[in-house]
């Protein structure tokens, strides 16, 4: 077993963002969750890696709580436990292959960071990371210099960089146009594929998820209401996650380009 969430719930003072959610990953999968602006999946996600602390209710990792951990080892949880955001949160004025070595800062030490002293083989390792993701080119370039699909995947580059046993993307290509997005959600989908990580993925667009997850969670006011496989999303299930009535479109969550222009709608407009 790999995650056990039980009755996990992250009250705000205004809001139960996840509500008592019991959720098991057995095994490495490409996993996606969906759900309107407001369901909670933003909320969930921080909490696995603690960036959110969880009001109440569990979450084990290979039998290990993680939800009480504290200082060192809470650290060291979040090193195994990679974060890609949408924003990319990149150092805008630093170049490519330091932002990448950023990804190694929970193991060096104080005064090789005050230098930005690293050792060859992280700088051999971090381009061989670029290339792989097909960004080598820029890697002497100012991040601020890149496109958003480009700094996204010098933030995933960053993510491999710390060897994280876990890969969470919190709507990592919300951003991005069609075809960034795709080669975005490509990278992510070989980072599960070639290194057998696990990665857990928020996305607004239910062609995405379909299209790219092994398993796909659907979330409603802070709770669970479907986990299944694309094939069984059904228009039914869709509707009943984002909680629209019979004029709902799935073209109204697509990122494909086709989609948008047939249907004539706007991007996201759903979540
Ligand atoms: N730091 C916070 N303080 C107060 N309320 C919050 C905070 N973070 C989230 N919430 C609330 O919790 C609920 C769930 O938010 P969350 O961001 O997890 O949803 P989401 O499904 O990720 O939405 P989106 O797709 O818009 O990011 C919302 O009602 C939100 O307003």
């Not at 933003?42 to 290990?64: C, K, V």
């Not at 061989?128 to 480009?150: M, P, T």
Request: a neutral charge; glycine letters at 6%.
């Amino acid at each position: 077993m790999l995650f056990q969430l039980s009755g996990l719930t992250k009250k705000f003072a205004t809001s139960t963002a996840v509500d008592q959610v019991d959720l098991s990953v057995e095994r490495s999968q490409f996993i996606g969750i969906i759900g309107a602006s407001g369901a909670g999946k933003s909320t969930l996600l921080r909490m696995l890696n603690r960036l959110n602390d969880p009001t109440s209710g569990t979450i084990r990792f290979r039998g290990q709580e993680i939800s009480s951990l504290t200082g060192a080892e809470k650290r060291a949880w979040q090193s195994r436990c990679a974060m890609i955001f949408q924003q990319f949160n990149l150092v805008p004025r630093m170049d490519v292959v330091s932002n990448v070595l950023h990804g190694t800062l929970n193991r060096r030490n104080t005064l090789a960071t005050m230098f930005n002293i690293y050792p060859e083989k992280d700088i051999h390792h971090a381009i061989d990371i670029l290339e792989r993701l097909g960004i080598s080119e820029h890697a002497a370039k100012r991040a601020q210099a890149l496109s958003g699909g480009q700094q996204q995947r010098v933030a995933i580059a960053r993510a491999l960089m710390q060897d994280p046993q876990i890969v969470l993307a919190d709507e990592p290509i919300a951003s991005l146009d069609p075809m960034n997005a795709q080669i975005v959600m490509d990278s992510l989908r070989s980072i599960h594929d070639q290194d057998g990580k696990l990665v857990i993925c928020n996305l607004h667009t239910l062609d995405t998820a379909r299209r790219y997850c092994d398993r796909i969670i659907g979330m409603r006011a802070g709770r669970v209401v479907f986990d299944g496989t694309g094939d069984e999303l059904t228009l039914s299930a869709a509707r009943d996650i984002y909680g629209a009535d019979s004029s709902f479109s799935e073209a109204a969550t697509s990122t494909s380009v086709d989609v948008l222009a047939d249907h004539k709608m706007p991007e996201l407009a759903i979540a």
